[in-house]
């Protein structure tokens, strides 16, 4: 299988790069490298293509002779899509468009995308099933629904197998603090720094959190059992309060004292989380498997060794 990973110089993409690799699918990766990064490449036997996915020509050039698209490049998170709704809308929507396009022009049949739990809004039910009204908050939502929108239309009108796999929160190996980061990274830089870990809200809101070995299973699973078009959620199928994943954060670090801090609850923020992983179980055999204890300690593992490389 010949494989092109958009994307695949990020958290996500690397990760799943090298799963795909020790699968033996041969990889080509097409990332801008505008969050991405070189060293989550380094020594992995790929063809890396650096360019833009709004780049047609070029995304016409990566998608020749590939059996199956990973599309995961985008501009990522609520909060920057508040602050650039228009570079969020061109990279996520626009994006997409350019890649169907190519995709088709390749015969290539089969593309797995990467959506978010983003695309639900308010959460009205738990645990959320794919039905769930969507009704996002954010122009990074509208974004990554549309795109799920373009993929299934196009998919429907060319012969082409989509697959939209919504990820929860996704944590694990590669995953750098950043301004816009998730909370696990910032937990992480925090306590390396002998920083208290700033809790908003009384901690007791829940969360979905999902390995990204999981994650890079579920991409996996869907490129390779055969199934038709669809979206899928893809979470751990459980949640923690944000209290617990401080308390198993610090237990990782051999820390026994709390250092919290608590502050106002953000606006907007909902309080209960927990994907329903139901379909993605019974049509792909989806069966996330790390512990997120366990998932921890090899989170922090890696996040010392990094800043120690970055240092
Ligand atoms: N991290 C999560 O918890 C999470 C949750 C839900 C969905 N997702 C989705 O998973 C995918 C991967 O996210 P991630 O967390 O690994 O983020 P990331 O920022 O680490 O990865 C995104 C990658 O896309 C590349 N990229 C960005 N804009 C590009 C462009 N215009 N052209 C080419 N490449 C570009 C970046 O350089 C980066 O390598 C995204 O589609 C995101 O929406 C992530």
């Known amino acids: 299988m010949r494989a092109l990973v958009t994307g695949g110089a990020g958290f996500i993409g690397s990760n799943l790069v090298q799963f795909l690799l020790y699968k033996g699918v041969e990889v080509r990766v097409l990332d801008n490298l505008s969050t991405g990064y070189r060293i989550n490449l380094q ?18 050039q990566a998608c020749r002779n590939i059996d199956i698209i990973f599309h995961l490049a985008a501009s990522v998170g609520n909060l920057k899509s508040l602050n650039n709704p228009v570079e969020d809308a061109q990279v996520n929507i626009l994006g997409m468009v350019n890649l169907v396009e190519a995709a088709r022009k390749n015969q290539v049949c089969n ?21 769930h009204p969507q009704n996002p908050n954010s122009p990074y939502g509208v974004s990554k629904l549309a795109a799920e929108k373009y ?4 998919a429907k009108l060319h012969g082409i197998t989509a697959s939209c796999l919504r990820y929860f929160n996704v944590y694990g190996l590669n995953q750098r603090y950043d301004a816009y980061g998730n909370v696990i990274p910032i937990f992480a830089q925090r306590l390396i720094t002998g920083a208290p870990l700033t809790i908003y809200g009384d901690g007791a809101q829940t969360r979905d ?60 923020e909902v309080r209960h989380c927990r994907a329903g992983i139901g379909k993605a179980r019974s049509i792909l055999g989806f069966n996330p498997d790390t512990n997120i204890q366990d998932g921890l300690n090899s989170y922090m593992r890696w996040f010392k060794t990094s800043m120690q490389i970055a240092a």
């Not at 063809?47 to 995304?59: A, K, M, S, T, Y």
């Not at 993929?151 to 196009?154: A, D, G, H, P, Y």
């Open 43 to 60: 020594h992995l036997p790929i063809d890396l293509v650096e360019g833009d996915i709004r780049d047609q020509d070029l995304v016409q």
């Open 111 to 131: 593309i797995i995308y990467s959506s978010s739990a983003a695309i639900f809004g308010e959460l009205l039910t738990m645990p959320i099933d794919e039905n």
């Open 151 to 154: 993929l299934l239309c196009f």
């Open 209 to 268: 959190f999902v390995h990204v070995k999981d994650v890079a299973m579920a991409n996996y699973l869907a490129a390779t059992i055969p199934h038709t078009s669809g979206v899928y959620n893809i979470g751990s199928g459980t949640s923690i309060t944000i209290n617990e994943l401080a308390h198993f954060i610090q237990e990782s670090c051999g820390i026994t004292a709390s250092a919290v801090e608590y502050a106002p609850p953000r606006p907007g």
